[in-house]
C-alpha cells in the first residue's frame, strides 16, 4: 500500500513540481496542529523520499524534523532520536543552520527524556555553539552594513557638494527651478507627513478596539468570578443553615423515642394493675 502511494505521488510530482510536495508538508503540519500524530507520520512518510530525490536536504530536513517531534509526541524515543539525527546530518549536508538549531535541541530534549544527560549536555553545547556562531556572523554583517553605509553617506555627501557647485553655475533661471523643486519636495513631504499621521490613528484606533475587546472580557471574567464566589458564600451559608436545624429536629426525635417508651412502659404497668407508679 505504501510503495504504491508512493508510485502515485512521484507521477503527479513529475506533473506538477515541487509546489505539490511543499503543499503536502504543509498539510502534514497541520494534521501536527490537529495532534493527529499518525496521521501526520504518514504523510510524512509520503513526501521525505520524494523531497530527497527530487528537492534537497534543505527541505527533507525540515520533513525529518516533524517525524521526530511526532514520534516524541506518541512517545516513541527511539524512532524520534533516529529521526533527530537524520535531519541534523541532512542540515549539515545542506549547510543550512535553521533546522541545526532545531534538531540539535530535538535531539538533547529526547536524550534528556531517555535519561541520558551526558548526550543530553553534549547536543545542547552543539545547539548552543550554532546560535553563537550565527549571532557572530549576523554581528559582522551588521558592522559591514554600517561601513558600507558609511561609505555611502560620505559619497552622497560629495555627491551634493557638486551638486550644489553644479547648480550655481547654471542659468539665471536656476532660481525659479528651485523654487519649483522646493516646492514639490514640501508637498511630498507634506503629503507623507499627512500618510504618517493617517497610518497612527488607524494603528492607535486598532489598538484602543483591541484594548476595549480585552477590557470586555476582563469585565466578563471579573463577572463571573464575583458569581462563582457568590454561589460559594451561598452554599456555605446554605449548609450552616441546615446545621443548625439539624440539631433542634435531632433533640426532638430523640425526646419522641423516649416519650413513647415511657408511655408504652405505662401502659404496661396499668395492666398490670400497678396504677400508683
Keep these: ?39 501526520a507520520i504518514r504523510m510524512f512518510m509520503i ?27 506518541l512517545g516513541r524515543l527511539k524512532q524520534s532520536l533516529h529521526y533527530a539525527q537524520v535531519a541534523y546530518q541532512r542540515s549539515v ?14 535531539i538533547s530534549n529526547i536524550y534528556d527524556e531517555m535519561g541520558q544527560v551526558a548526550k543530553a549536555y553534549e547536543y545542547l553545547k552543539i545547539h548552543k555553539k550554532i546560535k553563537d556562531d550565527i549571532q557572530e556572523e ?3 554583517n551588521r558592522v559591514a552594513d ?5 561609505i555611502l553617506e560620505k559619497s552622497q555627501r560629495e555627491l551634493d557638494v557638486l551638486e550644489k557647485n553644479k547648480k550655481i553655475a547654471e542659468e539665471t533661471n536656476r532660481n525659479q527651478k528651485l523654487w519649483i523643486f522646493s516646492i514639490t519636495g514640501a508637498l511630498l513631504s507634506t503629503l507623507f507627513f ?5 497610518r497612527n490613528n488607524r494603528q492607535k484606533q486598532k489598538a484602543k478596539a483591541e484594548i476595549e475587546l480585552a477590557y470586555g472580557d476582563l469585565k466578563s471574567t471579573q463577572s463571573q468570578l464575583i458569581q ?8 456555605e451559608l446554605t449548609a450552616g443553615i441546615a446545621h443548625e436545624i439539624q440539631n433542634p429536629l ?15 412502659e405505662m401502659v404496661d404497668e396499668v395492666d398490670k394493675g400497678n396504677t400508683e407508679e
Aim: net charge negative; glycine share 4%.
Design 1 to 39: 500500500f505504501f510503495f504504491k502511494q508512493k508510485t502515485a505521488y512521484e507521477f503527479r510530482l513529475s506533473l506538477v513540481g515541487s509546489e505539490m510536495c511543499i503543499r503536502d508538508r504543509l498539510y502534514g503540519e497541520e494534521l501536527m496542529a490537529k495532534e493527529n500524530y499518525q496521521q
Design 47 to 73: 513526501v521525505l523520499p520524494v523531497c530527497e530525490e527530487h528537492l534537497n536536504y534543505t527541505f527533507s530536513s525540515y520533513v525529518l524534523y516533524y517525524l521526530s517531534q511526532c514520534y516524541q509526541k
Design 93 to 106: 549536508q545542506a549547510g543550512w543552520p535553521a533546522t541545526q538549531i532545531k534538531s540539535s535541541l530535538q
Design 138 to 140: 549576523d554581528n559582522l
Design 146 to 150: 554600517i561601513e558600507i553605509q558609511s
Design 194 to 198: 499627512l500618510f504618517l499621521l493617517y
Design 228 to 235: 462563582s464566589e457568590k454561589m460559594a458564600s451561598l452554599g
Design 250 to 264: 435531632n433533640f426532638v426525635n430523640n425526646f419522641s423515642e423516649v416519650s413513647t417508651e415511657l408511655i408504652k
